[in-house]
Nanobody, 122 residues
């Protein structure tokens, strides 16, 4: 089974950098042509895809967040990380990591972590 788990601080101050780690088990983040992805959901709003790091190490980001977002990985720990800089209260959300794949021409997120609440507040 593929399992993902988010971890990191639940509270971040405005203007600081939000940093989260996703630990993957049951699959390698370096194989299988997968996109290891970050998604968030602000309170009362829909899901927003943020970006992903491919098994090859290449990254891709949502245009609206690209300037503030960095996704990296630690292959020795089978982990990938999210850094979102210059955060504001509007960045308050539940943050999810997930596995993404292209399947029959469609990008699908088939395995998800449980999500972690991150609040941006002083």
């Amino acid at each position: 089974q593929v399992q993902l788990q988010e971890s990191g601080p639940g509270l971040v101050k405005p203007s600081q950098t939000l940093s989260l780690t996703c630990t993957v088990s049951g699959a390698s983040i370096t194989t299988d042509y997968d996109y290891w992805s970050w998604i968030r959901q602000p309170p009362g709003k829909g899901l927003e895809w943020m970006g992903a790091i491919h098994s090859s190490g290449n990254t891709v980001y949502s245009p609206s967040l690209e300037s503030r977002t960095s996704i990296s990985r630690d292959t020795s720990k089978n982990q990938f990380t999210l850094q979102l800089s210059s955060v504001t209260p509007e960045d308050t959300a539940v943050y999810y990591c997930a596995r993404g794949r292209t399947y029959t021409g469609t990008y699908c997120l088939d395995f998800w972590g449980q999500g972690t609440q991150v609040t941006v507040s002083s």
